[in-house]
């Protein structure tokens, strides 16, 4: 099954391929054919936001694009002014995790190096509500009904693991995050089960980083993001994204090369890490050792 489309995606793509299709020519004189300005050029190209299909349009046709790419690009303007779902919780979450959710929400896949806390897709409400609260009393002007409104896009979210079609996770994490301690030992229970239960899901591979294992680099949480190749021919298609998903902040990375590194990095914290079923009964055990 095809992955349902998000318009974050798909703006993204169709950025892409414009500014593969103005080549040489500057923005300044493609805006003057058109009578347009720079800063619309600029912000075709963006993948932060969307012009209207009907100016998409003109520029297809001034770039004088050829079917059957220049239907799937009218289409992909067409897709890219539609509403995400996660866009009418925008009044609970800056842009930058705005932006986040909607190229997960069409991944196809993703690697996530956990170092600090249990992954968004992997939290029980209990234990994000912990972690909110925690924020609350450092920031104390997030009205109680934004922080529900943050919870409940927070557990959406996890539809990708279970609803077709599935997102597939790779995810390491550091074994201080069973030990570190948010809310009590119940709630601490409850999200050390919920990582176990989704452990046994097919397209999730959970691996622990155990305490004594030697890493020769260390690094902050991040997520790579990847969406294969789907796309019209002669298009271009959406590369890897890494982005660290901090408490208000999002900082995305684009490129080969400087996406390599973080690859590396995972494959080597993997390689270190306990075997899934390993995983499983650190896991059991840390419940039964540090929580009960």
Do not use: C
């Not at 493609?30 to 050029?41: E, F, H, M, N």
């Not at 996530?112 to 104390?140: C, H, I, K, N």
């Not at 999200?191 to 899901?201: H, P």
């Amino acid at each position: 099954m095809a992955p349902s489309g998000s318009p974050t995606v798909r703006r993204r793509r169709l950025a892409a391929e414009l500014k593969r299709l103005r080549g040489n020519r500057t923005g300044g004189e493609v805006a003057r054919a058109l009578g347009w300005s720079a800063t619309k050029i600029s912000r075709a190209e963006s993948g932060h936001e969307s012009l209207p299909p009907t100016e998409i349009e003109r520029l297809v046709n001034y770039y004088a694009v050829e079917e059957p790419l220049r239907g799937r690009l009218l289409e992909l303007a067409e897709d890219a002014a539609r509403r995400g779902w996660w866009e009418d919780y925008a009044d609970a979450n800056p842009p930058q995790l705005l932006e986040f959710i909607g190229l997960e929400a069409e991944a196809e896949s993703s690697l996530q190096w956990q170092a600090d806390s249990v992954p968004g897709l992997m939290q029980t409400e209990a234990y994000a509500r912990s972690l909110q609260a925690t924020f609350q009393t450092m920031v104390r002007t997030i009205p109680p009904g934004i922080i529900d409104r943050f919870l409940e896009t927070r557990m959406r979210r996890q539809d990708r693991l279970t609803r077709d079609p599935v997102l597939k996770l790779s995810t390491v994490i550091d074994e201080a995050v069973l030990l570190r301690r948010v809310g009590d030992d119940r709630l601490m229970r409850e999200q050390l089960q919920r990582l176990a239960d989704l452990s046994e899901l097919p397209n999730v591979d959970l691996r622990v980083l155990p305490l004594d294992r030697e890493l020769a680099l260390l690094a902050s949480s991040y997520t790579i993001m990847s969406f294969g190749s789907r796309t019209a021919a002669g298009a271009v298609g959406l590369g890897d994204i890494v982005s660290t998903e901090n408490l208000n902040t999002e900082l995305y990375i684009e490129g080969e090369t400087d996406i390599q590194l973080y690859r590396l990095f995972f494959e080597a914290a993997a390689q270190a890490s306990l075997s899934p079923a390993d995983t499983r009964g650190l896991i059991m055990a840390t419940i039964r050792r540090a929580w009960s």
